[in-house]
């Protein structure tokens, strides 16, 4: 079983930075993509960035330039600075990562983190 566990949510002004992290433990052989999902009250969750095992990253068109993901695949970590934070960036914010449990064989499974509650406000 995978385990990920988030942390760095929290209460910011308009215009404040946050930097969240997700570390997976568990047993698996490596685990591939890793991303940031936020849902906000009322609406669906959406994929905020994502980021391979190799680095290459994409990012919601409201967050670019803003907010920067990347991961320490030593530490099976994955992170999310967010700069520039707005009211509209408040949400409760979940890590995924798409693992391979093991070397056999392609399968790969879907894990979720706990959520860590993002709130921007004055």
């Known amino acids: 079983q995978v385990q990920l566990v988030e942390s760095g949510g929290g209460l910011v002004q308009p215009g404040g930075s946050l930097r969240l992290s997700c570390a997976a433990s568990?047993?698996?052989?490596?685990?591939?993509?890793m991303g940031w999902y936020r849902q906000a009250p009322g609406k669906q969750r959406e994929l905020v960035a994502g980021?391979?095992?190799?680095?290459?990253?994409n990012y919601a068109d409201s967050v670019k330039g803003r907010f920067t993901v990347s991961r320490d695949n030593a530490k099976n970590t994955v992170y999310l600075q967010m700069n520039s934070l707005k009211p509209e960036d408040t949400a409760v914010y979940y890590c995924n990562a798409d693992v391979r449990p093991s070397a056999i064989g392609s399968y790969t499974k879907a894990y979720w983190g706990q959520g860590t509650q993002v709130t921007v406000s004055s």
């Open positions: 980021i391979t095992s190799g680095g290459s990253t």
């Open positions: 568990g047993r698996f052989w490596r685990i591939n993509n």
